[in-house]
């Protein structure tokens, strides 16, 4: 009987534990506060959070791989997923599904804030580069910066597939902190005239334009870009789906069977990654650095671009829209509307802000395309 609870005492976690995962473990219990009590993006943060917190559990065998003959453990076949590209464009099939592009249709130049909101990804990738990291590891590191964590998660898993931790940590947390990130940059860079201006109501966008839209984008990038293909083609069959009026079921299953399931697979997945050996080290925090001035280079580089558009329409743009410009929609567009209320309650800039928020989905998927073009 002693050596059976000898044995026993032996083979728990709390034998096993080192102070790595103990650390790591309270990360993920701080995650899982800000997503289930803070509501800093639930659906993703806490399938995260629980992912890193399982891969933390000492000899649970959870992550590991096949091995003398015996089957892995469930998340090593969920992070299956992650490795071959496959989660990600998916998710960009239900975002299609879920996304209205006719504030963009209806303002073609508003895609000019999303492109110019991609500084976020360009500068960053080249401050990483000074700062001693590879060129796979500069792109990762970028990549954050389009403010869409599907998209960072695809690059990285394939420039970088060891970052994709922290890499993914920071995405989603920049991404739920958008609206303290934000307001005050955009509040440093326009003036309060700028912040008042009412824009002129957007025009009424046609069945025709809206069907036509997914099939034109793909086709032009498709053929500039080969390598943004999986992402820019699943966004715009899912848009299809959305706007053609004969797929309402495969519209509907995109939109939330689809998504949902995906989101806890690509979540938990891509939170196990974030073992204490990976993710407690010097770099990481690094990452972590760089995440927030990729995020904060974005906001200023579609503010500025929004200020130069104010200049040239004479005071008729709003430079707040700019701000949306990343891609973590539908919240930056909410962002921008509640800095420009502020100023003024009745100015409505939602719909407007919506244009360069789901450009910036665009742009982030082309600028992940520019990536893997040149890196991989």
């Not at 490795?83 to 998916?90: E, H, S, T, V």
């Not at 992402?231 to 299809?240: D, K, Q």
């Not at 760089?290 to 004479?314: E, N, P």
């Not at 829209?321 to 003024?344: L, W």
């Amino acid at each position: 009987m002693e050596a059976f609870f000898s044995h026993f005492i032996s083979s728990t976690g709390f034998i096993a534990m080192t102070w790595g995962q103990l650390i790591m473990l309270t990360v993920s219990c701080i995650l899982l506060y800000l997503g289930i009590v803070k509501e800093y993006e639930p659906l993703l943060l806490v399938p995260i959070a629980f992912g890193m917190l399982l891969a933390n559990l000492p000899a649970s065998g959870i992550t590991d791989g096949p091995k003398d003959g015996l089957v892995g453990g469930l998340i090593y076949y969920l992070y299956q997923g992650v490795k071959l590209g496959i989660y990600p464009p998916l998710i960009f099939l239900g975002i299609g599904a879920m996304t209205d592009f006719g504030p963009l249709i209806a303002n073609p130049w508003s895609l000019l804030l999303g492109a110019a909101a991609q500084l976020g990804i360009f500068i960053p990738f080249i401050a990483a580069y000074y700062m001693g990291f590879d060129l796979k590891s500069c792109g990762s590191i970028g990549i954050i910066g389009g403010a869409d964590g599907p998209t960072a998660i695809y690059v990285t898993s394939r420039l970088k597939p060891e970052l994709l931790g922290p890499i993914a940590i920071a995405a989603y947390s920049y991404m739920a902190l958008v609206p303290l990130i934000q307001p005050p940059i955009m509040k440093a860079l326009t003036t309060k005239k700028e912040r008042l201006v009412k824009m002129a109501q957007l025009r009424e966008v046609s069945k025709a334009e809206r069907v036509v839209f997914p099939i034109f984008v793909t086709i032009l990038i498709g053929l500039l870009l080969p390598a943004a293909v999986p992402l820019v083609g699943a966004l715009m069959l899912g848009n299809l789906f959305r706007e053609s009026g004969v797929t309402e079921r495969l519209s509907d299953t995109a939109q939330h069977a689809l998504i949902n399931t995906l989101t806890i697979f690509l979540g938990v997945s891509v939170g196990s990654t974030a073992s204490a050996a990976r993710f407690l080290n010097p770099q990481t925090l690094m990452i972590i650095g760089l995440g927030l001035f990729a995020f904060s280079c974005g906001t200023a580089g579609g503010v500025i671009f929004g200020k130069i558009m104010y200049w040239i329409t004479k005071g008729k743009v709003n430079p707040l829209i700019g701000s949306a410009g990343v891609s973590a929609v539908p919240m930056a567009a909410r962002v921008s509307q509640v800095v420009g209320s502020k100023e003024d309650p009745t100015n409505f800039l939602l719909m407007h802000a919506m244009g360069p928020n789901v450009a910036g989905v665009i742009g982030s998927a082309v600028a992940a395309g520019v990536l893997l073009t040149v890196l991989e």
